[in-house]
C-alpha cells in the first residue's frame, strides 16, 4: 500500500554523502508544512544533526524540547524516540552525522556511560564555535559542488566535526542549582527567544519584544538568555544574522551589499567588518579563495584539540 503524504506532513529529502563502518555523513532538506511535530521516530545509531538552515526542534518529553539553529547542533541518542517539529516553516537544511558508540569512543571516551552515550553531559544549546560552523558549511559545500572527496578524509573530516562540536557542548555545560521546574521555565524562555531570532534575524529586535515573546520581564530574560547560552541576547541576535549570512555567502551569486542588508546590517562596510571578526575571513576573501580556505580550515578542525570559544 502505498503512503500518502497528508497536506501537514513535511516533505524530506535525505542524501547519504559518505558512508563507513562507525560514522555515516548526510545532507537532509525538509520543507514543513506546519509547526506541528512529525511522527514519533527512533534512529539506530546517535546522530549529531549540524543545522546549515532553519529551526529544527526535538521532542522527547511532554516537556522536553531542544532547539537547534545554524548556531547549534543537535544531538539524538540512538533508541531514544523523539519527535520532531520546524517552528516557523521556513525551510530546513542540516548537515547529519550518525555514528556508532565505537566511533564516540574514537572522539570522546567519556561521553559513554554504562548504558551507551550519556546525552545528559553536553548543554542543550550547544553553541558551536564559529570555526566549526565554517567548517560544517565548507564541508557541505564541497559534497553540494560535487568535488571528490576520499572515503578516508571524509571520515577523518566527519570525526573532527563531531569531536569539535561535542567538545564545545561539554565546555559549556554547568551544573544547574535552580529545581527541576526552574530549570524547565528558564529553558522555555530561552528556546522561545532563540525561535522568534533565528525566524526574523534581520529585524530591528528590543528587549521589550523578545521578552514579550517569552512571557518575560526584558530584565529577566537579559539575564537568564546570558546565564543560559553564554551571549547577550544582542550578542545572539548579531551571531544569528552572521550564521544566516554565511550561508548566503557560500551558496548564492548574491551580491555582498544585497546579503548584507537582508541579513539586517546597516551598511557593506559594518557586515564586512563583523562577518571578519567572526569567522577570520572577510565575506569576498571567503569567496575568492574558497578551495584554499575550506583544506585549511578543515584541517584545523582536524588537528585542533583544544576547546573552541565562540
Known amino acids: 500500500m502505498n503512503h500518502r503524504r497528508s497536506a501537514n506532513e513535511p516533505s524530506f529529502v535525505r542524501r547519504t554523502l559518505y558512508d563507513g563502518e562507525n560514522l555515516q555523513i548526510g545532507h537532509i532538506a525538509v520543507r ?6 512529525g511522527e514519533l521516530e527512533v534512529s539506530p545509531l546517535h546522530v ?13 518529553g511532554p516537556r522536553n524540547q531542544s532547539l537547534a539553529t545554524p548556531n547549534h547542533a543537535l544531538l539524538i541518542s540512538a533508541g531514544q524516540p523523539y519527535r520532531l517539529s520546524f517552528p516557523g516553516c521556513i525551510g530546513d537544511r542540516c548537515l547529519a552525522l550518525r555514528f556508532t558508540s565505537d566511533a564516540l569512543a574514537r572522539v570522546m571516551p567519556q561521553a559513554l556511560g554504562r548504558d551507551g552515550f550519556d546525552a545528559g553531559t553536553f548543554s542543550p544549546y ?9 567548517a560544517r558549511s565548507q564541508l557541505w559545500r564541497r559534497f553540494a559542488r560535487g568535488d571528490a572527496v576520499e572515503p578516508l578524509e571524509a571520515e577523518e573530516l566527519g570525526l573532527a566535526l563531531l569531536d569539535a562540536a561535542l567538545r564545545a557542548a561539554r565546555h559549556r555545560a554547568a551544573p544547574r542549582r535552580a529545581t527541576a521546574g526552574g530549570a524547565s521555565r528558564r529553558r522555555r524562555q530561552v528556546e522561545r527567544t532563540v525561535e522568534a531570532i533565528w525566524t526574523q534575524p534581520e529585524r530591528r529586535w528590543t528587549l521589550a519584544d523578545l521578552a514579550a515573546q517569552a512571557h518575560v520581564s526584558a530584565g529577566h530574560l537579559a539575564h537568564v538568555f546570558r546565564a543560559e547560552v553564554g551571549l547577550s541576547v544582542y550578542g545572539y541576535v548579531l551571531r544569528s544574522r552572521l550564521a544566516r549570512a554565511l550561508d548566503a555567502v557560500l551558496d548564492s551569486n548574491a551580491g555582498l551589499t544585497e546579503i548584507a542588508l537582508d541579513a539586517g546590517f546597516a ?5 564586512t567588518a563583523r562577518f571578519g571578526a567572526m569567522f577570520g575571513h572577510t565575506p569576498l576573501a571567503l569567496r575568492r579563495g574558497i578551495d584554499a580556505t575550506t583544506a585549511r580550515q578543515l584541517r584545523r578542525i582536524v588537528t585542533a584539540r583544544e576547546p573552541l570559544a565562540a
Open 32 to 37: 514543513p508544512a506546519s509547526s506541528a511535530c
Open 48 to 60: 549529531l544533526a549540524l543545522p546549515l538552515a532553519g529551526v529544527f526542534a526535538k521532542h522527547d
Open 126 to 134: 550547544m553553541l558551536l564555535p564559529p570555526a566549526v560552523m565554517l
Open 267 to 271: 551598511s557593506h562596510s559594518h557586515f
